[in-house]
């Protein structure tokens, strides 16, 4: 189910493995090729195509040396114009030209002075080995000029390093042949299990720092861990990641810990929605399991629960949350003038609905059959409205009115929250409105908007602060 993206990895693959023999060739050669002279490495590892030739030569297409010679050949070519920008126009044409480009001037300055001190520290050996690392590969060649590295060095050491790379990376997608498909989705639960331990861990991170800094005795066996000789070294040998580690886990700036957080829980949520909406579009996995779980629903249909559900089920209405949204505004404008949140909570709500609406759309499922409904229901299923409002609303809601509040108030909130989106949801599923992954992919796609909205809250919280202290 989770293995696969909104649109499915697997069907892009396969549209890239079913091109022409000619024009796959004419890729594994153009990718490595631009890395270093056009920088599109910065966007588009080379290896992705390489490793896909060397698929379509386990197919029988075309012979795998051809695939080799082609990712090679243009490995070291590539390299070799980079050399001869970088000695002829050197740091002054990287900046002028596609240094202009915001998502290549952040890689830039990011990996540059990095990438100079390697180059002068190991010379021909930078070249080789650094054919092996994705930043590296773009920036080596053109510093390597710039530095003014003997060509016949360059060029030997180049040779070395393409010969290398472009092989082994050729060699690994025909050993991987047909079999891709399962070590896509390997991958993907892989990917999936990861996602899953980052939260978990950063929700156990906090704890443990709530608790310390409750208990004396949590902190001084923390301080005490943290001068074992293991750790120790760890942090001398590593400062820089040690310290980017910190700073991402700082829940006292928000470009920390809840940055940090709402990133984790919004790619997993993100990886949630694509993978149920890829087996409600395929008919697969968690689809099929969802006439089975409605049927069991039906069976423990009983006459108080029924009326129960009639009225939560509002909980997820417009009728009720209209009316929410512009209390909770009124009173964040007329008494805290907190125009801020007060937006936030306008744009979760507009937002959430114009995404669900545009998803059932495009998804047009159908909803159960009519003989299971308790009530009218119209439109298609997918996703619940009910579900991905309560979620979006509650959520951004306990998140605006536990500002400044109790850590036991705040997790109060949060949890009274939670508990809505749950109740909310399992009613569209008793009154037979809507199937099981209707309701998940609800929650997901209304997690993920949260998410997108808190990140860029946060940050902008940060950069005010920034500016602010510049101006000080």
Not at 230 to 254: I, K, Q, Y
Not at 375 to 401: D, N
């Amino acid at each position: 189910m989770l293995e696969v993206g909104l649109v499915s990895i697997g069907s892009i693959t396969d549209r890239i493995l079913s091109l022409p023999v000619w024009f796959a060739l004419a890729l594994v050669f153009l990718l490595p090729a631009l890395e270093a002279s056009a920088f599109l490495g910065f966007i588009f590892p080379g290896e992705i195509a390489v490793i896909l030739g060397g698929v379509v030569a386990s197919q029988g297409r075309a012979p795998l040396w051809a695939f080799i010679i082609a990712a090679v050949s243009g490995a070291i070519l590539g390299d070799s114009i980079g050399y001869l920008i970088g000695r002829r126009w050197g740091i002054h044409l990287l900046h002028k030209t596609v240094g202009r480009l915001p998502i290549i001037r952040r890689q830039l300055d990011k990996h540059l002075e990095s990438a100079e001190a390697y180059v002068r520290r190991r010379q021909g050996s930078a070249v080789f080995f650094g054919r092996f690392t994705a930043a590296l590969r773009v920036l080596v060649p053109g510093l390597a000029g710039m530095s003014k590295v003997h060509y016949p060095s360059f060029l030997a050491y180049n040779v070395a390093g393409g010969v290398a790379w472009g092989t082994g990376f050729s060699i690994l997608g025909y050993l991987a042949g047909a079999s891709y498909k399962q070590l896509e989705k390997v991958a993907g639960r892989v990917g999936l299990l990861l996602l899953l331990l980052i939260v978990i861990g950063l929700v156990v991170s906090q704890l443990i720092r709530t608790l310390a800094e409750r208990s004396p005795r949590l902190e001084a066996f923390a301080d005490r861990l943290a001068a074992t000789p293991a750790v120790a070294w760890v942090r001398a040998r590593f400062p820089g990641p040690v310290r980017w580690v910190r700073d991402r886990l700082d829940p006292s700036t928000p470009r920390g810990f809840w940055l940090t957080f709402t990133v984790a829980v919004g790619s997993l949520a993100v990886w949630a929605f694509a993978g149920l909406t890829q087996d409600v579009v395929g008919h697969d996995e968690m689809a099929l399991f969802d006439p089975q779980f409605e049927t069991w629903v039906v069976a423990h249909r009983t006459g108080w629960l029924t009326s129960t559900m009639k009225i939560v089920t509002s909980l997820g209405s417009l009728a009720v949350i209209a009316p929410l949204l512009l209390t909770t505004v009124v009173v964040l404008i007329g008494r805290r003038r907190d125009w801020r949140r007060a937006a936030l909570l306008v744009t979760t709500f507009a937002g959430v609905a114009g995404l669900y609406d545009l998803v059932k759309l495009v998804v047009e499922r159908s909803r159960p059959p009519a003989t299971l409904w308790i009530g009218h229901y119209s439109g298609t299923a997918f996703p619940s409205g009910h579900a991905t409002q309560a979620v979006a609303f509650y959520g951004v809601l306990a998140i605006v009115l536990s500002s400044g509040r109790s850590f036991r108030a705040r997790a109060l909130l949060w949890f009274s929250a939670a508990l809505v989106a749950i109740i909310v949801g399992a009613s569209r599923i008793y009154l037979g409105a809507h199937w099981l992954t209707d309701v998940l992919a609800g929650y997901a796609l209304g997690a993920t908007w949260v998410a997108l909205l808190l990140a860029i809250d946060l940050l902008t919280t940060a950069q005010a602060g920034i500016r602010a202290s510049r101006s000080a």
